[in-house]
Every structure is written in C-alpha cells, then in structure tokens.
C-alpha cells in the first residue's frame, strides 16, 4: 500500500472520530505504531492501538458476536475503518506492545480537538529507509498469509509451535460444490456471490471428498445437520477470517478439528500455499494437497507417560489453556488452535 493512500485511511477515520456517535463516543485512545509510523513509503497497513471503555450495548453485542461466532469487535471495527481494508486495529494492547518494546506514537486521546491528532498524522514524515517492520510472531504456516492472522490469533498460536504442542499447515482447497443435499441447504445461508459460500462450499466438498460425516460438522456458528444446542461432539469445524476464533477453545475441548479459511473471497485466487509436513490426516483418505488460505488445526496427541506442553496461559491477552483429564487416548486440548502434533 502507498503512503498516501494509508494516510488517506488514517485522515478518513478521524473524519468519523470528529463526526462522533456510538460506538466511538467510547473510545479513549488512538496510536500508530509500525512501518507507517516509522515513516516506510510503501507499508503493508497501518497498525493501530485502540484504547476503548465498554457500555452496556457494546458489552451485549460482544457476548452475542461471541455466542454466534461472529467478530465481537465489529461494531467498533466498522465505526472506525467504515467499508475501507488497510487498518490493522489492535485493541486494548497499548501496555502488551510497550512492554514488548515497541514504539507506538500518540495520535489522539479523549479530551482532545481531533485537530490535534490531524496535525500529529502530519507530523509523521516519510522516510525512504525505514522499509517495511518485519512481522514477529511469526511460523511458516503463515507463509503468504501473515497479513491475514490477527497478532494476537499469532502470539498464541507462535507459543504453542515453540512448545512443540502444536503443527500448523495450509491447505489447498479447489473451487468446487458439496454434492450433499445438506450441504447444499447449508449453502442457502449465503447469496451466490457470498465469499463466506464460496468457502463453505470448498471445505464441505473437501469433507465429502474424505469421507468425513456432515452430521458433525459446526460450520461458522452453525452445524450443518442438526442443532447447535445439542449434546453433539462435533468432529470438524469450520471458520472465516478468525470471526469466531474465540469460542474454537469450547469446540477443541470437546475434540473437534477446526479449518480455518483465512481470507474468504468471492473471484479472487487466495494467497499462495506453503505446504508443512503432515502429522495426522484430518480424514483416512485426507493425503492430498488441496485451494491455499485454509489452515488446518487439530488437537494435540500427547504420548502416554509424557505432561501436556500447554502452559496454562498463551499469549499477551491472557488466553487460557487447560488440559482435558486423563484419558485412554492421551489428549491434551487447549482452548486455542491446535494441530495434532506425531505421537
């Protein structure tokens, strides 16, 4: 991305700051940190710290998004960034990234004329050598598609790599159609032209094609067959752009596998694949390459004799892991995503 066209994106949501209402009468805080604020011509986005209060709407939207595996910060996220990409808002981390070192720069604050953060955008001149902040938290399996996994779906899922309790690779998934009826009437949730379809439709055709029963699949909040609120063990879960990757801790506590398509679209090719040494197949018969910007994440097989990796904490936002008791099979679940490791 240009410089200009990200400044164009920093001048417009402070434009919608000015112009105020809910939800942003609640925020307190706004920095820039990264490329951009180091003065790269050409940054990959504009990372973003969003220091924020909570009122009873925005605390009810937040749980609702969680219970229906929506992204519970939507609501601020679209008041801010309106239709526009190139933000990259991080919110309530300005004490995690200063402690890890980073140097964020005050662009506005609450009680201030947003003139004041205008002039400040100014302020932040272009410098030809800074180049582009290398990504940290970073693992292969993110080859290509880093710029679409979250810093903090990357912290967490970084740790568990390092602790040897998780694998993570891509998948290709080809562009094709389910030829199940219940995956077609799940299809029907979507209009045509829908990207989260188009997705859906390429991991449930992946499913059939393993021999994997859609009667326990979750797909983005919904099972394909059947009702959410029953007692099913669903084996297979599905995702879009990390939307509901808080509530995925419920599902792997209670042994599902999870997919996780990272930037669904409707025409255009996803980012290119870096294939990781397999260690379990999803299905018997999963021993094929599949379409890339799918991750694939599964629980860890623990070999017998040996604890869980998983530290009871993951990450700078505090997200708790927890071992599942003793079992014949040796599982070790943790509330986040996680990809059978070799036993």
């Keep these: 991305?240009?410089?200009?066209?990200?400044?164009?994106?920093?001048?417009?949501?402070?434009?919608?700051?000015?112009e105020g209402g809910w939800p942003l009468d609640l925020v307190d805080e706004i920095l820039v940190f990264g490329s951009?604020?180091?003065g790269a011509l050409n940054p990959s986005d504009v990372d973003m710290v969003v220091e924020h209060r909570n009122d009873g709407r925005l605390t009810s939207e937040f749980l609702n998004a969680l219970s229906y595996g929506r992204d519970p910060s939507a609501s601020m996220k679209r008041?801010?960034?309106g239709s526009s990409r190139g933000l990259q808002i991080h919110f309530g981390e300005r004490k995690t990234l200063k402690a890890e070192g980073f140097e964020l720069t005050l662009l506005w604050k609450r009680g201030e004329p947003v003139d004041a953060a205008r002039a400040r955008l100014a302020a932040i001149t272009p410098d030809p050598a800074a180049g582009r902040a290398p990504r940290d938290h970073m693992i292969d399996a993110f080859d290509g598609?880093?710029?679409?996994?979250?810093?903090?779906?990357?912290?967490?899922l970084t740790e568990l790599v390092d602790l040897k309790a998780v694998t993570i690779?891509?998948?290709q998934l080809p562009d094709v159609q389910p030829t199940h009826p219940a995956a077609h009437e799940a299809l029907t949730r979507w209009i045509d032209t829908s990207p989260l379809r188009r997705a859906a439709a390429a991991v449930l055709a992946h499913l059939e094609a393993t021999s994997c029963p859609l009667d326990s699949v979750y797909l983005h909040g919904e099972p394909v067959i059947g009702s959410r609120y029953s007692n099913t063990t669903w084996q297979t879960g599905i995702g879009f752009g990390?939307?509901?990757?808080r509530s995925i801790s419920h599902h792997?506590?209670?042994g599902t596998d999870w997919f996780e398509i990272v930037r669904p679209t409707r025409t255009q090719p996803l980012p290119p694949s870096t294939s990781l040494p397999r260690t379990a197949p999803l299905c018997p018969a999963d021993d094929r390459p599949l379409a890339a910007g799918a991750v694939l994440m599964r629980r860890a097989v623990v070999?017998?004799?040996?604890?869980?990796p998983c530290p009871t904490t993951a990450g700078a936002q505090g997200v708790q892991l927890s071992r599942t008791g003793a079992s014949s099979k040796n599982l070790c679940s943790a509330v986040m995503w996680i990809s059978r490791t070799p036993g």
Excluded: F
Aim: charged share 35%.
């Design 1 to 18: 991305m240009k410089r200009e066209r990200a400044t164009t994106l920093l001048n417009d949501m402070l434009d919608r700051l000015e």
């Design 36 to 38: 951009y604020a180091r």
């Design 79 to 81: 008041a801010l960034k």
């Design 145 to 156: 598609i880093d710029r679409w996994v979250p810093r903090p779906v990357r912290i967490t």
């Design 169 to 171: 690779r891509q998948l």
């Design 242 to 245: 990390w939307s509901h990757h």
């Design 252 to 254: 792997l506590k209670k």
């Design 303 to 308: 070999p017998a004799g040996r604890d869980c």
